[in-house]
Nanobody, 119 residues
Framework: QVQLVESGGGLVQAGGSLRLSCAAT????????MGWYRQAPGNQRELVGA???????RYADSVKGRFTISRDNAKATVYLQMNSLKPEDTADYYC?????????????WGKGTLVTVSS
């Protein structure tokens, strides 16, 4: 059974930092592109950052320079270090695992962790 379990969310003041973690079980972690998405009330889910199997990264423009995604294949865990947080970063943050193969794309989601940034 595949599980992606996020942790590290919480309440933080603007300008503060949080580190999110996502532990994966049931998949060959190193073969998946891992991503963090977020969804604020009334908004669509959006990509925050992603990291490839080779360690390449990409970010939403709104978080570039403030957030860093990383992965530890030995621990089957992906992280999102969030610095200089702003109230507009408030959202549910979701972990995503994706792998493209000959039979199509396999995608898994975590249940999310809430990040609240107060002004």
């Amino acid at each position: 059974q595949v599980q992606l379990v996020e942790s590290g969310g919480g309440l933080v003041q603007a300008g503060g930092s949080l580190r999110l973690s996502c532990a994966a079980t049931g998949i060959t972690f190193s073969t998946y592109v891992m991503g963090w998405y977020r969804q604020a009330p009334g908004n669509q889910r959006e990509l925050v950052g992603a990291i490839t199997t080779a360690g390449g990264t990409r970010y939403a423009d709104s978080v570039k320079g403030r957030f860093t995604i990383s992965r530890d294949n030995a621990k089957a865990t992906v992280y999102l270090q969030m610095n200089s947080l702003k109230p507009e970063d408030t959202a549910d943050y979701y972990c995503n695992a994706e792998r493209r193969g000959g039979l199509g794309t396999t995608t898994y989601w975590g249940k999310g962790t809430l990040v609240t940034v107060s002004s």
